[in-house]
């Protein structure tokens, strides 16, 4: 077998619709509640924020959902997108484990992302929106956002972490090209950024005061919707066409995978890879082994409570059901912005809590490491969240040759790292340190928790 091999699908093969997990769930996730009465939120409420057809994948039940034309048309620029063996690493690390990764860094955005913002643009273009509001953390979402919204004709509006804002100005800047406007947050745009403001004026911000302020600013108008990047139903489930395709190229390889890996910031990454292996094995096919990996300094899965919690830190989304640090706890500046969320997607808690997943956590200099190798390798420099999957991956492949055996592992490589190389240039002067979170923080953090009957 020669050392590139690529497994690669037709324009046809690009699936024409997505695959809803709640279809084939033994139970059904607890349901998202409105944040003063407490009783499940209905259409009606979510309304201000999400373009009816959004709101409705949201809450369906249906196994497979059309993808629409048009957002199939955007898909074929980039998608199917490839799913290597990584060969290379595997001569590397002198294991009988077969490694396979789906490339998601091929999008015009550099990571997974584009594959929701396309199709979320599109309903809000289809139900006459004219603006849409969102946060970001790394800048991938806003990336991504401002590309679909330039595509459909719609005024976006990005709230970035303010540390991420200072740390990646070029992300910014690709932004800025599409047309979307970039405010760092904390800003003064907003109550909710003020508050924060005025407590804590040096506030390097966190992906939950730019949800808040984001939706803020989203309700304030009628021609104004906001996006979600990550946690909710209908952003999973955009991103199972990378598990669909993968699936079919599987059959390409005529194999299967044992373990499934991806890195959880909100989820959905994860939830797009895993969820079709997954309703296969709940269907009564092949059982996987699924590994979230997410960042020690971060640590919702691993260390964090089931509860029901707020999205945001000035409690403006609904509550819903997920792990959770706590909606006011701000995760120590580490490179891997995209994960630095508190919270998590309520499909990926649901599932862990029946067991049928196993996170992981790791520091963030093992990581770099592990994704440097990958870079010699395999020729690909991997997102800083993307070395979460690659360090598990590797983890995985030394295990199966300490145990001798073969496994098949696959894992997301979710994005590459081009607009990362300042984390990787601290990483490379040693200057980048592992961080732990802070117990007490979190605690303090856990404690405010809403008390939900
Ligand atoms: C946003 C992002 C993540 C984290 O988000 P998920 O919803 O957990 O996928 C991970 N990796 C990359 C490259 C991202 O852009």
Same mark, same amino acid.
């Given at each position: 077998m020669s050392d590139t091999v690529k497994y690669v699908l037709d324009e046809k093969d690009i699936p024409r619709h997505w695959y809803n997990i709640m279809a084939d769930l033994p139970s059904p996730p607890p349901p998202v509640l409105h944040p003063a009465t407490h009783q499940p939120v209905g259409p009606d409420d979510l309304a201000p924020l999400f373009p009816m057809a959004v709101i409705q994948q949201e809450v369906s039940q249906e196994r497979e959902i059309e993808i629409p034309e048009p957002v199939r048309e955007v898909y074929r620029q980039w998608r199917p997108s490839p799913l290597f063996r990584a060969r290379r690493l595997e001569k590397m690390l002198d294991t009988p484990a077969r490694i396979y990764y789906k490339y998601e860094g091929v999008s015009p955005a550099g990571s997974h992302k584009p594959n929701t913002a396309i199709a979320q643009a599109f309903y809000n273009k289809q139900e006459g929106v004219k603006r849409i509001t969102t946060e970001t953390g790394a800048g991938q979402w806003g990336s991504s956002l401002a590309l679909a919204g330039s595509l459909f004709g719609l005024e976006i509006e990005v709230f970035m972490v303010k540390v991420s804002f200072q740390q990646k100005p070029y992300r910014r800047s690709f932004m800025e090209t599409f047309g979307a406007k970039c405010i760092a947050s904390p800003s003064d745009m907003t109550e909710a950024g003020r508050a924060v403001l005025r407590e804590h004026p040096d506030?390097?911000?966190?992906? &939950?005061?730019?949800?808040?302020? +984001?939706?803020?600013?989203?309700?304030?108008?009628?021609?104004?919707?906001?996006?979600?990047?990550?946690?909710?139903n209908h952003v999973l489930l955009h991103q199972t066409v990378i598990g669909l395709e993968a699936m079919k190229q599987f059959d390409l390889a005529g194999d299967y995978p044992d373990i499934v890996i991806a890195p959880t910031g909100g989820g959905s990454?994860?939830?797009?890879?895993?969820?079709?292996?997954? &309703?296969?094995?709940l269907r009564g096919g092949r059982k996987i082994d699924l590994v979230a990996v997410e960042p020690s300094a971060c640590p919702t899965l691993t260390r964090g409570k089931y509860a029901y919690d707020f999205?945001?830190?000035?409690?403006?989304?609904?509550?819903?059901?997920?792990?959770?640090?706590?909606?006011?706890?701000?995760?120590p500046g580490f490179h891997a912005g995209g994960l630095r969320y508190h919270g998590m997607a309520p499909l990926v808690s649901h599932i862990t809590d029946l067991g049928l997943v196993r996170p992981r956590a790791y520091q963030?200099?093992?990581?770099?490491?592990? &994704?440097?190798?990958? +870079?010699?390798?395999?020729?690909?420099?991997?997102?800083?969240?993307?070395?979460?999957?690659?360090?598990? +991956?590797?983890?995985? +492949?030394?295990?199966?040759?300490?145990? &001798?055996v073969s496994r098949a592992i696959l894992f997301n490589l979710c994005g590459h790292g081009h607009f990362d190389m300042q984390a990787y240039r601290d990483y490379l002067d040693g200057k980048l340190v592992d961080q732990e979170y802070d117990e007490s923080e979190i605690a303090m953090a856990l404690a405010g928790l809403p008390s939900v009957a």
């Amino acid at each position: 077998m020669s050392d590139t091999v690529k497994y690669v699908l037709d324009e046809k093969d690009i699936p024409r619709h997505w695959y809803n997990i709640m279809a084939d769930l033994p139970s059904p996730p607890p349901p998202v509640l409105h944040p003063a009465t407490h009783q499940p939120v209905g259409p009606d409420d979510l309304a201000p924020l999400f373009p009816m057809a959004v709101i409705q994948q949201e809450v369906s039940q249906e196994r497979e959902i059309e993808i629409p034309e048009p957002v199939r048309e955007v898909y074929r620029q980039w998608r199917p997108s490839p799913l290597f063996r990584a060969r290379r690493l595997e001569k590397m690390l002198d294991t009988p484990a077969r490694i396979y990764y789906k490339y998601e860094g091929v999008s015009p955005a550099g990571s997974h992302k584009p594959n929701t913002a396309i199709a979320q643009a599109f309903y809000n273009k289809q139900e006459g929106v004219k603006r849409i509001t969102t946060e970001t953390g790394a800048g991938q979402w806003g990336s991504s956002l401002a590309l679909a919204g330039s595509l459909f004709g719609l005024e976006i509006e990005v709230f970035m972490v303010k540390v991420s804002f200072q740390q990646k100005p070029y992300r910014r800047s690709f932004m800025e090209t599409f047309g979307a406007k970039c405010i760092a947050s904390p800003s003064d745009m907003t109550e909710a950024g003020r508050a924060v403001l005025r407590e804590h004026p040096d506030s390097t911000g966190s992906l &939950g005061i730019a949800i808040s302020e +984001a939706v803020e600013r989203a309700v304030q108008r009628d021609d104004t919707k906001y996006a979600l990047g990550s946690v909710l139903n209908h952003v999973l489930l955009h991103q199972t066409v990378i598990g669909l395709e993968a699936m079919k190229q599987f059959d390409l390889a005529g194999d299967y995978p044992d373990i499934v890996i991806a890195p959880t910031g909100g989820g959905s990454n994860f939830g797009g890879i895993t969820f079709p292996f997954l &309703g296969e094995q709940l269907r009564g096919g092949r059982k996987i082994d699924l590994v979230a990996v997410e960042p020690s300094a971060c640590p919702t899965l691993t260390r964090g409570k089931y509860a029901y919690d707020f999205g945001d830190t000035a409690h403006l989304t609904p509550l819903v059901k997920m792990h959770t640090l706590g909606s006011t706890y701000v995760p120590p500046g580490f490179h891997a912005g995209g994960l630095r969320y508190h919270g998590m997607a309520p499909l990926v808690s649901h599932i862990t809590d029946l067991g049928l997943v196993r996170p992981r956590a790791y520091q963030q200099t093992e990581c770099f490491e592990a &994704g440097i190798l990958f +870079a010699k390798a395999e020729g690909i420099i991997p997102a800083p969240e993307a070395n979460h999957g690659v360090k598990a +991956a590797i983890d995985e +492949a030394l295990r199966c040759k300490e145990e &001798g055996v073969s496994r098949a592992i696959l894992f997301n490589l979710c994005g590459h790292g081009h607009f990362d190389m300042q984390a990787y240039r601290d990483y490379l002067d040693g200057k980048l340190v592992d961080q732990e979170y802070d117990e007490s923080e979190i605690a303090m953090a856990l404690a405010g928790l809403p008390s939900v009957a």
